[in-house]
């Protein structure tokens, strides 16, 4: 056997790999090995014939943001004649409608508007969960956590449990793009840094507030660094044992300041497979169909997925990069019944929530 079909046996039975037996399962395995073995792994973290997926939306409530990321073309610098924020009716409105689709879950999420007071959240998740019990409100990046920090003069933590009071139940674990200096300096050089990052998820982790892990891949790093960044998750895990899953993405280079190009579909399999077996200790794996699309999000189920993600219902940050993907609650459905799965509804943290798809 080879020292790469051996790595690949042992990953696949639940094995440690090392970050240097990482880096180079993730350069010198055959794809169809890798995803094989990834297989293997989330077959046996989840017997049975099951795909899950959540009936989400992401709102945007402002794209104002003083953080200024190379990669998006989502925000717009204070001042702007284009930039907005939404009144709590208008985030309400969105809801309403999501809420009626069938959605448990409300992504609240934006730049980092240092106009905004923490009153603005405190008011709008409070009227949130108070007219919606039944959504669960999953919200805010880290970024924006650190902003209201900063402008309030509080602790993390102290906004932490000011918001949760108000109704913020978990957090996306978006703004992680790659965990590497070197790489946040280049494409996001006034945002937290990494050891910022892991504070504030280390954080909610210790308050009880679960949170999944995400990565943007694509923009400038290393295949080494796309490995370091699942070091960085898998040792908080380790930790904490606070994500309940990870969501790899990658960078939409179209319409933004930075530029670049695509990943291919074969990065995006080799991403989903290495992050199966690397993350022995984090229960699911998203295979997001919003940037690669619905065949390959289709594809990502046999390289480690146990999950399809979301509806997402309403979203702006990925689709003003340049992304054009859509898909609703039947096309998903179809994506994961046509390779012999069956679909499930779940709630944010992966509770069965039994819809049926009339409402889609
Ligand atoms: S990615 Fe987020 S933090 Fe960075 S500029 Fe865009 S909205 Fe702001």
């Not at 073309?73 to 284009?82: M, S, W």
Request: with cysteine; proline share 4%.
């Amino acid at each position: 056997m080879t020292e790469i079909n051996a790595l690949l046996e042992r990953a696949a039975n639940g094995g440690r790999l090392t970050l240097d037996e990482g880096i180079a399962l993730y350069r010198e395995a055959p794809l169809h090995d890798l995803g094989a073995a990834a297989h293997r792994r989330r077959t046996r973290l989840h017997p049975g014939n099951e795909i899950t997926y959540v009936i989400d939306t992401t709102i945007n409530y402002t794209n104002i943001c003083d953080v200024h990321c190379s990669f998006c073309a989502f925000f717009r610098p204070e001042g702007h004649p284009e930039g907005y924020t939404m009144t709590h009716e208008q985030v309400l409105e969105r809801v309403r409608w999501a809420v009626d689709q069938g959605a448990t879950q409300i992504m609240v999420q934006g730049g980092v508007n240092p106009e905004l007071p923490i009153a603005y959240y405190v008011d709008l998740f409070r009227a949130v969960s108070e007219r919606f019990p039944s959504a669960d409100i999953h919200s805010l990046s880290t970024s924006e956590i650190c902003g209201i920090a900063k402008r309030e003069q509080m602790t993390v933590e102290d906004v932490l449990l000011t918001l949760r009071k108000a109704g913020l139940k978990s957090l996306p674990g978006a703004g992680a793009e790659i965990l590497v200096d070197r790489v946040r300096k280049r494409i996001s050089a006034r945002k937290i840094d990494d050891d910022r990052w892991i504070e504030v998820m280390r954080v909610a982790q210790r308050l009880g507030m679960p949170t999944t892990a995400t990565m943007m891949f694509g923009s400038v790093e290393t295949d080494a660094e796309r490995v370091r960044h699942l070091d960085v998750i898998r040792r908080l895990q380790d930790e904490t044992r606070g994500f309940t899953a990870f969501i790899p993405w990658y960078y939409v280079p179209f319409k933004t300041p930075l530029k670049g190009k695509e990943a291919t579909g074969l990065d995006y399999l080799r991403v989903l497979a290495i992050s199966r077996l690397y993350l022995d200790n984090i229960p699911h794996l998203q295979s997001s169909w919003l940037t690669p699309g619905l065949k390959l999000g289709q594809l990502g189920l046999m390289f480690g997925c146990d999950d399809m993600g979301g509806t997402i219902l309403e979203e702006k940050v990925v689709t003003l990069a340049g992304s054009t993907n859509t898909a609703n609650r039947a096309e998903l459905e179809r994506a994961i019944r046509q390779i012999g799965y069956t679909p499930v509804v779940r709630d944010t943290y992966f509770n069965r929530r039994d819809f049926a798809l009339a409402t889609a």
